[in-house]
């Protein structure tokens, strides 16, 4: 099993910026993909970032593409998501996710596929 413990986030004026962070423990070696989901009140979670573990390929929503960056660090086992230009929709629970294994996490990836999660921040982006 993995581990994922979030931190970061808060609330913010629109166009202001968050970072959070998400570290890993556990069997990390095992690791295939670590990203980010969110859940606004009333809505399904959804795909917001991920890194593919070996190579670093990242993937992100269309909703947050140019505004979002998620990057890692090997050595903390620990991944970011710089959020910047914040808009009052992205207010939702932000979920660290992980998955191991020969599986992957690309913006199609259904919550349900994803083999472990942190414990949600919430994020609120105030217009």
């Given at each position: 099993?993995?581990?994922?413990?979030e931190?970061?986030?808060?609330?913010?004026?629109?166009g202001?910026?968050?970072?959070?962070?998400c570290?890993?423990?556990?069997?990390?070696?095992?690791?295939?993909?670590?990203?980010?989901?969110?859940?606004?009140?009333g809505?399904?979670?959804?795909?917001?970032?991920a890194?593919?573990?070996?190579?670093?390929?990242?993937?992100?929503?269309?909703s947050?593409?140019?505004?979002?960056?998620n990057s890692r660090?090997?050595?903390?086992m620990?991944?970011?998501?710089?959020?910047?230009?914040?808009?009052?929709?992205?207010t939702a629970?932000?979920?660290?996710?992980?998955?191991?294994?020969n599986?992957?996490m690309?913006?199609?990836?259904?919550?349900?596929q994803?083999?472990?999660?942190?414990?949600?921040?919430?994020d609120?982006?105030?217009?």
């Open positions: 099993q993995v581990q994922l413990v931190s970061g986030g808060g609330l913010v004026q629109a202001g910026s968050l970072r959070l962070s570290a890993a423990s556990g069997r990390i070696f095992s690791i295939s993909a670590m990203g980010w989901y969110r859940q606004a009140p809505k399904e979670r959804e795909f917001v970032a890194l593919r573990w070996s190579g670093g390929t990242t993937y992100y929503a269309d947050v593409k140019g505004r979002f960056t660090d090997n050595a903390k620990t991944v970011y998501l710089q959020m910047n230009s914040l808009k009052p929709e992205d629970v932000y979920y660290c996710a992980a998955t191991w294994g599986n992957l690309v913006p199609t990836t259904s919550p349900s994803i083999k472990s999660w942190g414990q949600g921040t919430q609120t982006v105030s217009s």
